[in-house]
Nanobody
Framework: HVQLVESGGGLVQAGGSLRLACAAS????????VAWYRQAPGEERAMVAR????????SYADSVKGRFSISRDRTRMTMYLQLDDLKPEDTAVYYC?????????????WGQGTQVTVSS
């Protein structure tokens, strides 16, 4: 059993920064990849960033490339999404997710989401 708990969202002015955190607990050794998604009201959920469990081979959506960065604190079993140069269009609920692969089980786990609001 793996649980993801998100934090770090909030209200920030355009051009500002936030760091989102996703703390993982449980059988974290089973996590193979991690990803961040976001969803604005009336829009579909879209992938923002993705990497391996160690933070290698990261990939980013074109809309955030060069501004967002994914990383992980292995000691605390927490992954981060650094949001820089935020724009109003970045306003959305951000979700972390993990793909688990252990034994005979393979599935995705999602966090509850954290609100990011960028004022203009």
């Amino acid at each position: 059993h793996v649980q993801l708990v998100e934090s770090g969202g909030g209200l920030v002015q355009a051009g500002g920064s936030l760091r989102l955190a996703c703390a993982a607990s449980g059988e974290t050794v089973c996590i193979s990849t991690v990803a961040w998604y976001r969803q604005a009201p009336g829009e579909e959920r879209a992938m923002v960033a993705r990497s391996t469990n160690t933070g290698s081979n990261p990939s980013y959506a074109d809309s955030v490339k060069g501004r967002f960065s994914i990383s992980r604190d292995r000691t605390r079993m927490t992954m981060y999404l650094q949001l820089d140069d935020l724009k109003p269009e970045d306003t959305a609920v951000y979700y972390c997710s993990a793909h688990l692969l252990c034994y005979d089980r393979e599935y995705d786990v999602w966090g509850q989401g954290t609100q990011v609001t960028v004022s203009s």
